[in-house]
């Protein structure tokens, strides 16, 4: 499978805290933020540096910094919002796009209703970011409709995905590398992933 299971310690930790049922909308909402923040660092591994000259106070070090394409995420909608503080802390000059889509309650297909993507999408590296992934529907609809854009290289970040939504994501966008912190191998009769953590939006600003 084309999926990278972030397994670090502190992303683990969070993940615990954020699946616990007795934790309260605002330090969701900070756990959230801090565990993309952290998981971003493994998405953005592969970014292409250069070297250039620095002048030090005690002389000239040669550093490198990131190169090559410019970035945008791509939160969906509602609760990839809850992400996007953590990813900007990393790279703040990186745009913001916002795609919203709702469940078709016969087909459990996702169904479009937002999508507002910056001008130059196309020529950007995206991540998109969504706090879960069970069946893929919602990731496979915001993916197409970033590459409608032109964009080449996208990546999908969520903090809990599964196996079925990570399958029908590698079948329709194989070129799409996955981020996630856990994989969980059961869905609820109303598509939710379990043991999961639970509506990740109302959870977040307090909604039921």
Do not use: W
């Not at 540096?49 to 910094?65: D, Q, R, W, Y």
């Not at 950007?124 to 409709?145: N, S, W």
């Not at 996955?178 to 639970?198: K, M, N, Q, R």
Request: aromatic share 6%; with cysteine.
């Amino acid at each position: 499978m084309n999926v990278t299971i972030i397994d670090h310690p502190l992303v683990q930790h969070k993940l615990t805290l954020l699946r616990d049922s007795n934790t309260g909308s605002k330090e969701f909402r900070e756990l959230v933020s801090e565990t993309s923040m952290l998981m971003c660092y493994e998405a953005m591994r592969d970014l292409p540096t250069k070297t250039i000259e620095v002048h030090t106070p005690l002389g000239i070090a040669n550093s490198k910094v990131i190169s090559g394409k410019k970035l945008v995420f791509v939160p969906i909608l509602r609760s990839g919002l809850g992400m996007t503080n953590g990813v900007m802390g990393l790279i703040p000059a990186a745009k913001i796009g916002h795609i919203g889509t709702f469940r078709d309650p016969e087909t459990s297909g996702a169904v479009e209703y937002y999508c507002k993507l910056p001008a130059d999408t196309g020529v950007r590296t995206a991540i998109i970011a969504d706090v879960m992934m069970a069946t893929g529907f919602t990731a496979c609809e915001a993916i197409r409709l970033v590459k409608e854009t032109g964009c080449k290289e996208i990546k999908f970040m969520c903090l809990i995905a599964h196996p079925r939504g990570i399958e029908l994501v590698n079948k329709t966008h194989p070129d799409v590398q996955i981020y996630c912190a856990a994989v969980d191998t059961e869905l609820s009769d109303d598509l939710f992933i379990v043991p999961g953590l639970g509506d990740a939006g109302n959870r977040m600003f307090g909604t039921k």
